[in-house]
Nanobody, 121 residues
Framework: QVQLVESGGGLVQPGGSLRLSCKAS????????MGWYRQAPGKQRELVAT???????NYADSVKGRFTISRDNAKNTVDLQMNSLKPEDTAVYYC???????????????WGQGTQVTVSS
């Protein structure tokens, strides 16, 4: 059994910052890519940023230069530092990890429960 637990969402004014954190726990043998996605009301879930186990990153064009993804492989965590937030960043943010459980032959994608980020004055 694997769980992803997110924290750090909330209400922030435009131009402000927030840091999201996600911790994976359970019977984990290896964590491959980790990432953050978001879903705004009435829209499809979209990729925000991903990071490989080796540290290579990928960002949506809309967040490049404002958001930074990082991970701690020893702690099984992935963070998203969000700066210069805009109202259009308002969404539920989901943590995603591709994880190989101990004793399994294939890895699976796991999702957190989501954390609300609201950017408003």
């Amino acid at each position: 059994q694997v769980q992803l637990v997110e924290s750090g969402g909330g209400l922030v004014q435009p131009g402000g910052s927030l840091r999201l954190s996600c911790k994976a726990s359970g019977s984990i043998f290896r964590i491959n890519a980790m990432g953050w996605y978001r879903q705004a009301p009435g829209k499809q879930r979209e990729l925000v940023a991903t990071i490989t186990s080796g540290g290579s990153t990928n960002y949506a064009d809309s967040v490049k230069g404002r958001f930074t993804i990082s991970r701690d492989n020893a702690k099984n965590t992935v963070d998203l530092q969000m700066n210069s937030l805009k109202p259009e960043d308002t969404a539920v943010y989901y943590c995603n990890s591709n994880i190989l459980q101990r004793g399994w032959a294939v890895s699976l994608d796991y999702w957190g429960q989501g954390t609300q980020v609201t950017v408003s004055s």
